[in-house]
């Protein structure tokens, strides 16, 4: 079930930093007490192949997402542990060295599993041992979502695991909403910064078409 327009689950997570710190991050919190939109990708596992590809991506673009006043936070069902040890791992060595921004933990798979994000191809009961038997990776599709200044999702996306993110996307979805919510328009199909957005009724329709 989507939670775009929901508020985002108040949860506490585990989580790491490059300088060694375990702490507990809410990514509702996050949002709500600093008064800041927050950018929150999760990616399968730690030492993979697509996966530090865009941990570094994001890191490139970090000072345009704090330009935008967002915060950005990466997640995983790795432990902090694991985290660490990827994070003092060299870039050319395959690692995420360099990486600044919090990383969650959801070892427990507390939060991925209410988002819904979870690889489970097949859940069965298992009545001898009264537990749920999974089958599939238990880790997380590549998920990304956009949390505004009130905790509320203003975007949330899927991919395979795969499929790589753009980041670029990601701040021209903020620069959207910033406008959205600082001039009351609404934006069209490919919308960028410094374009003409739209009076969000027939009439602006009307002639942003005419125009365009």
Not at 146 to 160: A, C, S, Y
């Amino acid at each position: 079930m989507s939670l775009v327009g929901k508020k985002f689950p108040n949860l506490s997570v585990d989580a790491m930093n490059d300088m060694g710190d375990t702490f507990k991050v809410n990514v509702l919190e996050e949002a709500v007490n600093n008064t800041k939109k927050v950018l929150l990708f999760w990616y399968p596992k730690d030492f993979t192949f697509v996966c530090p590809t865009e941990l570094h991506a994001f890191q490139a673009a970090l000072g345009e997402f704090e330009k935008r006043n967002t915060i950005v936070i990466g997640a995983s069902c790795d432990t902090p542990e694991v985290h660490f040890a990827w994070l003092n791992t060299s870039k050319d060595h395959g690692g995420i060295e360099g990486v600044t921004y919090p990383i969650l933990a959801d070892s427990n798979r507390n939060l991925s599993s209410v988002l819904g994000i979870l690889d489970i191809t097949n859940e069965t009961y298992d009545e001898a041992t009264d537990t749920i038997q999974v089958e599939g990776d238990n880790v997380t599709y590549r998920a990304t979502y956009i949390i505004d200044e009130e905790g509320t999702v203003q975007h949330e996306g899927i991919n395979n695991m795969p499929l790589g993110r753009n980041v670029q996307e990601f701040l021209r979805i903020i620069d959207a909403l910033t406008h959205v919510q600082e001039k009351g328009e609404v934006c069209p199909a490919n919308w960028e910064e410094g374009k003409d957005a739209m009076q969000p009724n027939a009439k602006g329709t009307a002639e942003y078409l005419a125009t365009h």
